[in-house]
């Protein structure tokens, strides 16, 4: 059965940082662009960052530029977004995801074939 958990979330005040771990298994994940995503209440579901299947290419929505880092360990089995200077605006769930075929570049909302059940993130005081 293929998995994708999430960790690492919970509550940090801001500009703390958090370091979220997307595990995966049941399938080789190894060869495939992996991403996160976040949904906030009320709001859809949005990009965050993504990584190619080689961990050569990396992407980011432009709220995560400078403050977010995405990477896979040497085993391409963990996926981590470092997440630094959290606001209070970056309080939602968060999501890790891969895309639908092997040796892609990128992970978006249109073409992510698995998800995670989720983490939630609160950045308050």
């Known amino acids: 059965q293929m998995q994708l958990v999430e960790s690492g979330g919970g509550l940090v005040q801001p500009g703390g940082s958090l370091r979220l771990v997307c595990a995966t298994s049941g399938h080789s994940f190894s060869n495939y662009a992996m991403g996160w995503f976040r949904q906030a209440p009320g709001k859809e579901r949005e990009f965050v960052a993504t990584?190619?299947?080689?961990?050569?290419?990396?992407s980011y929505a432009d709220s995560a530029k400078g403050r977010f880092i995405i990477s896979r360990d040497a085993t391409k089995t963990l996926v981590f977004l470092e997440m630094n200077g959290l606001k209070a605006e970056d309080t939602a769930i968060y999501y890790c995801a891969a895309g639908q075929s092997p040796y892609g570049h990128e992970v978006t909302i249109y073409n992510a074939g698995y998800w995670g059940q989720g983490i939630q993130v609160t950045v308050a005081s």
């Open positions: 990584i190619s299947y080689n961990g050569d290419r990396t």
